[in-house]
Protein backbone atom coordinates (compact mmCIF):
# COMPACT_ATOMS: atom_id res chain seq x y z
CA UNK A 1 0.00 0.00 0.00
CA UNK A 2 1.17 3.85 -1.02
CA UNK A 3 2.41 5.11 2.65
CA UNK A 4 4.37 1.96 3.95
CA UNK A 5 7.25 0.27 2.78
CA UNK A 6 9.19 -2.92 4.40
CA UNK A 7 12.98 -3.39 3.45
CA UNK A 8 14.37 -5.57 2.65
CA UNK A 9 12.05 -7.86 0.87
CA UNK A 10 13.45 -11.17 1.09
CA UNK A 11 16.88 -12.01 3.05
CA UNK A 12 18.75 -15.02 3.79
CA UNK A 13 20.77 -14.77 7.02
CA UNK A 14 23.11 -17.18 8.76
CA UNK A 15 22.25 -18.63 12.32
CA UNK A 16 23.57 -15.95 15.13
CA UNK A 17 23.74 -13.01 13.17
CA UNK A 18 22.07 -9.50 13.87
CA UNK A 19 19.67 -9.01 11.51
CA UNK A 20 17.76 -5.33 11.22
CA UNK A 21 14.01 -4.91 9.39
CA UNK A 22 13.15 -1.56 8.17
CA UNK A 23 9.62 -0.37 8.14
CA UNK A 24 9.47 3.39 6.77
CA UNK A 25 5.82 5.39 6.87
CA UNK A 26 4.79 8.52 5.14
CA UNK A 27 1.18 9.16 6.61
CA UNK A 28 2.24 10.43 10.14
CA UNK A 29 0.67 7.63 12.00
CA UNK A 30 0.98 7.28 15.64
CA UNK A 31 1.15 3.52 15.93
CA UNK A 32 3.13 1.30 14.47
CA UNK A 33 3.27 -2.22 14.43
CA UNK A 34 5.80 -5.79 13.87
CA UNK A 35 4.06 -8.68 13.30
CA UNK A 36 5.41 -12.67 11.86
CA UNK A 37 3.47 -14.79 10.19
CA UNK A 38 3.67 -18.42 10.66
CA UNK A 39 1.64 -21.62 9.37
CA UNK A 40 -1.46 -22.83 11.62
CA UNK A 41 0.07 -19.14 13.77
CA UNK A 42 -1.76 -16.26 11.72
CA UNK A 43 -0.52 -12.85 12.99
CA UNK A 44 1.30 -12.55 15.84
CA UNK A 45 2.53 -9.09 17.04
CA UNK A 46 6.30 -8.79 18.06
CA UNK A 47 6.16 -5.61 19.21
CA UNK A 48 4.26 -1.94 18.61
CA UNK A 49 5.40 1.63 18.77
CA UNK A 50 2.56 4.12 19.86
CA UNK A 51 5.12 6.96 19.88
CA UNK A 52 8.33 8.28 19.13
CA UNK A 53 10.72 6.44 21.59
CA UNK A 54 7.38 4.74 22.89
CA UNK A 55 7.43 0.99 22.21
CA UNK A 56 6.05 -2.17 24.02
CA UNK A 57 6.54 -5.78 23.65
CA UNK A 58 3.83 -7.98 22.09
CA UNK A 59 3.05 -11.43 22.46
CA UNK A 60 6.36 -13.08 20.95
CA UNK A 61 8.96 -10.65 21.23
CA UNK A 62 11.97 -12.61 22.66
CA UNK A 63 14.93 -12.63 21.03
CA UNK A 64 13.77 -9.27 19.06
CA UNK A 65 14.05 -5.36 20.12
CA UNK A 66 13.10 -2.24 18.26
CA UNK A 67 13.50 1.12 17.63
CA UNK A 68 11.96 4.49 17.28
CA UNK A 69 13.64 7.77 16.63
CA UNK A 70 11.79 9.15 14.28
CA UNK A 71 7.64 9.06 13.82
CA UNK A 72 8.44 7.81 10.14
CA UNK A 73 10.57 4.53 11.03
CA UNK A 74 9.98 1.72 12.65
CA UNK A 75 13.26 -1.06 12.82
CA UNK A 76 13.06 -4.52 14.27
CA UNK A 77 16.26 -6.19 15.15
CA UNK A 78 16.94 -9.78 15.87
CA UNK A 79 19.78 -10.00 17.93
CA UNK A 80 21.26 -13.20 17.03
CA UNK A 81 19.06 -14.72 14.60
CA UNK A 82 17.63 -18.41 15.28
CA UNK A 83 16.18 -20.52 12.24
CA UNK A 84 13.06 -20.20 14.48
CA UNK A 85 12.70 -16.47 13.03
CA UNK A 86 12.54 -17.71 10.01
CA UNK A 87 9.19 -16.16 8.85
CA UNK A 88 7.53 -13.70 6.76
CA UNK A 89 7.75 -10.57 9.09
CA UNK A 90 5.04 -7.55 8.34
CA UNK A 91 5.08 -3.86 9.69
CA UNK A 92 1.68 -1.86 10.02
CA UNK A 93 0.26 1.23 10.80
CA UNK A 94 -2.56 2.62 12.29
CA UNK A 95 -4.20 5.44 14.01
CA UNK A 96 -6.28 4.85 17.10
CA UNK A 97 -9.42 2.83 16.45
CA UNK A 98 -8.34 2.85 12.87
CA UNK A 99 -7.57 -0.14 10.42
CA UNK A 100 -4.01 -1.34 9.92
CA UNK A 101 -2.05 -0.41 6.85
CA UNK A 102 -0.14 -3.34 6.26
CA UNK A 103 3.42 -3.13 4.47
CA UNK A 104 4.06 -5.58 1.76
CA UNK A 105 6.37 -7.79 4.17
CA UNK A 106 9.93 -8.93 4.10
CA UNK A 107 10.55 -12.85 4.30
CA UNK A 108 13.28 -13.88 6.50
CA UNK A 109 15.24 -16.81 6.25
CA UNK A 110 17.77 -18.42 8.71
CA UNK A 111 19.85 -20.72 7.74
CA UNK B 1 -6.04 -11.83 27.66
CA UNK B 2 -8.68 -10.82 25.14
CA UNK B 3 -8.89 -14.06 22.32
CA UNK B 4 -10.59 -13.90 18.78
CA UNK B 5 -11.40 -16.81 17.38
CA UNK B 6 -12.30 -17.95 13.59
CA UNK B 7 -14.21 -20.63 12.33
CA UNK B 8 -13.65 -23.07 9.81
CA UNK B 9 -9.92 -22.61 9.65
CA UNK B 10 -10.29 -23.81 5.98
CA UNK B 11 -13.02 -23.80 3.35
CA UNK B 12 -13.36 -25.34 0.04
CA UNK B 13 -16.23 -24.19 -2.25
CA UNK B 14 -17.24 -24.60 -5.76
CA UNK B 15 -17.20 -21.36 -7.85
CA UNK B 16 -20.66 -20.24 -7.55
CA UNK B 17 -21.36 -21.31 -3.67
CA UNK B 18 -21.77 -18.83 -0.90
CA UNK B 19 -19.04 -18.71 1.66
CA UNK B 20 -19.52 -17.82 5.71
CA UNK B 21 -16.38 -17.63 8.19
CA UNK B 22 -17.40 -16.76 11.48
CA UNK B 23 -15.30 -14.68 13.92
CA UNK B 24 -15.73 -14.79 18.12
CA UNK B 25 -14.35 -12.80 20.91
CA UNK B 26 -14.01 -13.49 24.56
CA UNK B 27 -15.07 -9.85 25.06
CA UNK B 28 -17.03 -7.08 24.24
CA UNK B 29 -15.03 -5.05 21.06
CA UNK B 30 -15.43 -1.68 20.36
CA UNK B 31 -15.39 -2.66 16.97
CA UNK B 32 -14.52 -5.26 14.89
CA UNK B 33 -12.33 -5.52 11.65
CA UNK B 34 -12.00 -7.52 8.62
CA UNK B 35 -9.21 -7.99 6.73
CA UNK B 36 -8.25 -9.74 3.56
CA UNK B 37 -5.08 -11.73 2.22
CA UNK B 38 -4.64 -13.08 -0.91
CA UNK B 39 -1.83 -15.78 -1.44
CA UNK B 40 1.86 -14.49 -1.03
CA UNK B 41 0.02 -10.55 -0.71
CA UNK B 42 -0.18 -9.01 2.91
CA UNK B 43 -3.88 -8.40 4.83
CA UNK B 44 -5.79 -5.78 3.28
CA UNK B 45 -8.45 -3.93 5.25
CA UNK B 46 -11.75 -4.36 3.95
CA UNK B 47 -14.04 -3.23 6.68
CA UNK B 48 -14.58 -1.76 10.38
CA UNK B 49 -17.69 -2.38 12.09
CA UNK B 50 -18.70 -0.41 15.09
CA UNK B 51 -22.81 -0.59 16.27
CA UNK B 52 -24.47 -3.69 17.78
CA UNK B 53 -26.19 -5.23 15.13
CA UNK B 54 -24.69 -3.29 12.54
CA UNK B 55 -24.77 -5.12 8.74
CA UNK B 56 -22.84 -3.47 5.86
CA UNK B 57 -22.33 -4.81 2.07
CA UNK B 58 -19.44 -4.45 0.00
CA UNK B 59 -20.70 -5.66 -3.65
CA UNK B 60 -21.30 -10.11 -2.65
CA UNK B 61 -19.71 -9.71 0.68
CA UNK B 62 -21.67 -8.88 3.69
CA UNK B 63 -20.46 -8.21 6.68
CA UNK B 64 -22.42 -8.55 10.79
CA UNK B 65 -21.57 -7.43 14.24
CA UNK B 66 -23.62 -8.98 16.79
CA UNK B 67 -25.87 -7.53 19.38
CA UNK B 68 -23.51 -8.36 21.86
CA UNK B 69 -20.97 -7.50 20.18
CA UNK B 70 -18.74 -10.17 20.51
CA UNK B 71 -19.09 -12.06 17.65
CA UNK B 72 -18.92 -10.95 13.30
CA UNK B 73 -19.19 -12.64 10.22
CA UNK B 74 -18.32 -12.81 7.02
CA UNK B 75 -20.86 -14.13 4.21
CA UNK B 76 -19.82 -13.84 0.64
CA UNK B 77 -22.27 -14.79 -2.12
CA UNK B 78 -21.95 -16.54 -5.11
CA UNK B 79 -17.90 -16.97 -4.79
CA UNK B 80 -15.64 -16.23 -7.68
CA UNK B 81 -11.95 -17.60 -7.86
CA UNK B 82 -10.82 -13.89 -7.28
CA UNK B 83 -12.45 -14.37 -3.72
CA UNK B 84 -9.27 -17.06 -3.30
CA UNK B 85 -7.70 -15.61 0.23
CA UNK B 86 -7.23 -15.89 3.51
CA UNK B 87 -9.65 -13.19 5.69
CA UNK B 88 -9.07 -11.91 9.13
CA UNK B 89 -10.62 -10.68 11.53
CA UNK B 90 -9.38 -8.29 14.37
CA UNK B 91 -10.83 -6.55 17.64
CA UNK B 92 -8.63 -3.75 19.12
CA UNK B 93 -7.45 -3.52 22.54
CA UNK B 94 -6.78 -0.41 24.32
CA UNK B 95 -4.43 0.47 27.18
CA UNK B 96 -3.84 3.69 28.31
CA UNK B 97 -1.88 5.16 25.36
CA UNK B 98 -1.83 2.10 23.22
CA UNK B 99 -3.92 0.52 20.53
CA UNK B 100 -3.57 -2.73 19.28
CA UNK B 101 -5.87 -5.40 17.15
CA UNK B 102 -5.92 -8.89 18.36
CA UNK B 103 -6.37 -11.07 14.91
CA UNK B 104 -8.08 -14.27 14.67
CA UNK B 105 -5.79 -17.45 12.75
CA UNK B 106 -8.34 -16.88 9.81
CA UNK B 107 -9.97 -18.54 7.57
CA UNK B 108 -8.32 -19.51 4.27
CA UNK B 109 -11.21 -19.62 1.54
CA UNK B 110 -10.05 -21.94 -1.65
CA UNK B 111 -12.44 -21.51 -4.60
CA UNK B 112 -12.73 -24.52 -7.14
CA UNK B 113 -13.25 -23.52 -10.99
Known amino acids: DAGITQSPRHKVTETGTPVTLRCHQTENHRYMYWYRQDPGHGLRLIHY???????DKGEVSDGYSVSRSKTEDFLLTLESATSSQTSVYFC??????????FGSGTRLTVV | GQQVMQIPQYQHVQEGEDFTTYCNSSTTLSNIQWYKQRPGGHPVFLIQ?????EVKKQKRLTFQFGEAKKNSSLHITATQTTDVGTYFC?????????????FGKGTKLSVIP
Open chain 1, 92 to 101: AISEILGGYT
Open chain 2, 49 to 53: LVKSG
Open chain 1, 49 to 55: SYGVKDT
Open chain 2, 90 to 102: AGPLIRAGSYQLT
